[in-house]
């Protein structure tokens, strides 16, 4: 039996990993370290650092393999996540097959901020017992990034007692602003979704690289602020070789709400 461990582990600082995540990854047997490519060498670094802090003196074995990349030409998204997550799923089974002594025992994958948002591990996961692979699965949560977002603007999510959604930048684009909701919080944007939107009466909270040391916050109305984002965001794009962000909109209020103006730089 496969006990496998998803530890969430926050979205860049290390100082970020519970107390809860340390000890259950110092019970592992194996840890899994996935490598996302050379653009990406910071966030294999991060999760290096981690088991080297929580692990010295042990001898667990760390062992890293190259997470298969999504093929993005494909027209057919949906079809096109699917042969990803097979893919990983192959990744896993060989890396655990490989390294877990006599097959069975705990083995730790750090997942980047909490294994619940917008994170394919628990659907991977469950691939690999649907192969018939006898694995019962652990969480342990991790700070995500919205709520660095939220942390690094001083903002709460939603306004007073109201609803506040997650969407993804492709859904934005294709669909506009949702109904119902006046504050959207948007993920996985490849290209400033934001620009499709008319901007007046919106604002714009936008953080990068989040608990990374360059990490970056603009804030304001959605005119003046988006502009200076899509200027900033292909700057530190080109220099870092890939970007991460995640953003706020919020729908000007009537005058009655909270919303607060954090310490956004930039
Ligand atoms: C595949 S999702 C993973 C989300 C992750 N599970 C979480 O809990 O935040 C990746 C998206 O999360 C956001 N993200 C993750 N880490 C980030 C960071 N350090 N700074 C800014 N955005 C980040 C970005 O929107 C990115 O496109």
């Known amino acids: 039996m496969i006990t496998l461990d998803l530890i969430g582990i926050g979205t860049g600082n290390p100082d970020h990993l519970t107390f809860e995540a340390a000890a259950r990854l110092a019970g592992a047997d194996l840890v899994l370290l996935p490598r996302k490519g050379t653009a990406k060498a910071d966030l294999a670094d991060l999760r290096r650092e981690i088991c080297a802090r929580v692990l010295a003196g042990r001898a667990t074995p760390v062992a890293e393999f190259d997470m298969p990349q999504r093929d993005a030409a494909r027209p057919d998204y949906l079809a096109g996540v699917d042969a990803w997550h097979a893919a990983i799923a192959d990744a896993w089974a060989t890396a655990i097959a490989e390294n877990l002594p006599g097959g069975s025992g705990r083995v730790a994958l750090l997942v980047w901020g909490d294994p619940s948002l ?4 628990l659907r991977i996961a469950e691939r690999l017992r649907a192969r018939g692979l006898a694995l019962s699965v652990r969480v342990v949560p991790g700070i995500t990034s919205l709520q660095m977002l939220a942390a690094a603007h001083a903002i709460p999510l939603n306004r007073l007692g109201a609803p506040f959604l997650v969407t993804t930048g492709r859904r934005l684009r294709e669909s506009g602003w949702p109904p119902g909701v006046d504050s959207v919080a948007v993920m996985l944007d490849g290209g400033c979704a934001f620009a499709s939107l008319p901007p007046e009466g919106l ?24 502009a200076r984002v899509q200027q900033l965001r292909a700057d530190l794009r080109a220099r870092h070789g890939w970007i991460m962000d995640i953003y706020l909109l919020r729908r000007d209020a009537g005058g009655n709400d909270e919303v607060s103006h954090g310490p956004a730089t930039g």
Do not use: M, N, Q, R
């Open 118 to 121: 917008y994170d394919s591990s």
């Open 203 to 226: 604002t714009l909270y936008w953080s990068a690289y989040l608990g990374l040391p360059h990490e970056v916050s603009i804030a304001g109305p959605l005119a003046e602020a988006g």
